[in-house]
Nanobody, 128 residues
């Protein structure tokens, strides 16, 4: 049975860093495009970053460019999101999502309906 499990969230002061992990079980994540989404309080879910199966062509939302880095470790069946210079507006539940193709090469990588598999989320809080 497939699972995506996120971890690494927590409470961090503005300017701090966190690394989120997304580990897959029941399927081979290197064959899947993977994205990170987030949903803040009272907000819609939004695409944060996406990585292709080959690990190239990372995509980022404008709000996180230069601060967040997505990368994958195929040996660990995992994708990570390194977040730096965190701001209060980054406060959200962060989800990883996967699909057996590469949304990173298209214009809809940030659209939730592009992805078939979702984790349960990990909460990130950056107080103001």
């Amino acid at each position: 049975q497939w699972r995506l499990v996120e971890s690494g969230g927590g409470l961090v002061q503005p300017g701090g860093s966190l690394r989120l992990s997304c580990v897959a079980s029941g399927f081979t994540l290197p064959y899947y495009g993977v994205a990170w989404f987030r949903q803040g309080p009272g907000k819609e879910r939004e695409g944060v970053s996406c990585i292709s199966t080959g690990g190239d062509t990372p995509r980022y939302a404008d709000a996180v460019k230069g601060r967040f880095t997505i990368f994958r470790d195929d040996a660990k069946n995992a994708v990570y999101l390194q977040m730096s210079s965190l701001k209060p507006e980054d406060t959200a539940v962060y989800y990883c999502a996967a699909v057996d193709r590469d949304p990173a090469y298209g214009s809809n990588w940030h659209v939730p309906s592009e992805y078939d598999y979702w984790g349960q989320g990990t909460e990130v809080t950056v107080p103001s």
